[in-house]
């Protein structure tokens, strides 16, 4: 009987995992809808959705380790109830010490990675009203991921166009 919840419960996960992986290539590979100054709007209709969702985009690597690159995605929920920011980084890293995030040189935390896809490791926040603020009033924000427990890579991403970007996210 174990055995038999076992299996299920691997199923599901692995129907979750490859769910969520595949919403994140589709964003990559959906149709770009517009241009925020660095941030584009590409959007895209889910397997089995309904409707189209669309998420704020920017793809950017380190300045000193090209091969270190993230994805930054920022949507609305499919209910419209809360906004995510979900960060693709490439894989191996070091996990334990989750995504730090730098704006305008305020240290704002950092926040654990959440799974692991074939193309990277997903670290997500819901974003708080705070959250959009500091984003929409920055200038720059640092992603750090950490190729060992000392060495931070510090991944500049530009906020230009992300206030005009974000209002407009359906």
């Known amino acids: 009987m174990n055995n038999i919840i076992s299996r299920i419960f691997t199923i599901i996960v692995a129907v979750l995992i490859f769910s969520f992986g595949s919403s994140i290539n589709s964003f990559a590979q959906g149709i ?7 941030w584009q709007m590409s959007c895209d209709t889910p397997p089995g959705a309904s409707f189209e969702q669309c998420a704020l985009i920017q793809n950017v690597s380190a300045q000193d380790q090209p091969n270190v690159g993230l994805s930054v995605i920022v949507l609305k929920t499919a209910d419209k109830q809360a906004r995510l920011l979900r960060v693709l980084a490439p894989l191996g890293i ?26 990277g490791c997903v ?15 920055g200038k720059t924000a640092i992603f750090v991921v950490f190729k060992t427990p000392e060495e931070g890579i510090g991944i500049p991403v530009s906020l230009n166009g992300f206030n005009k970007g974000f209002a407009e996210l359906p």
């Open 32 to 38: 770009v809808k517009a241009q925020y100054e660095d």
């Open 123 to 137: 670290a997500e926040v819901v974003m708080d009203d705070e959250l959009i603020d500091v984003l929409t009033k």
């Open 94 to 119: 070091l996990l334990p010490n989750g995504l730090g995030l730098n704006v305008d040189g305020t240290d704002l935390g950092r926040v654990a990675f959440v799974r692991c896809l074939p193309n």
